[in-house]
């Protein structure tokens, strides 16, 4: 059962990932590029104390460690919310 989890994860995850990717070099909205008008990665608050929690879920590897805190790469960052839930002290919101 657990196989069949991870791989239906993993298949959605792909087709999610294809989605946005086309999304972002086909669609156009008032001129802008689809991700600069849609997809809003989310963003760490200074209450971020540094445990490195949201950077093991992050399925995209958009999270790193920055001066103070930890920082999430837009260009990176599908929205899937995976940081957010982790967080032990809800740094991390959209």
Known sequence: ???LLKNFL???LKKYLKTIEFLKKYV???GQQFKEV????FVISDECI????????CPVGAISEGDD?????????IDCGACA???PVDAISE
């Open 10 to 12: 993993a298949q959605y």
């Open 69 to 77: 805190k930890h920082v999430i790469d837009a260009e990176l960052c």
């Open 38 to 41: 849609i997809c809003m990665a």
């Open 50 to 57: 540094n445990c490195g929690a949201c950077v093991a879920e």
């Open 85 to 87: 839930d982790s967080c």
């Open 28 to 30: 156009k909205i008032d």
């Open 1 to 3: 059962m657990e196989g």
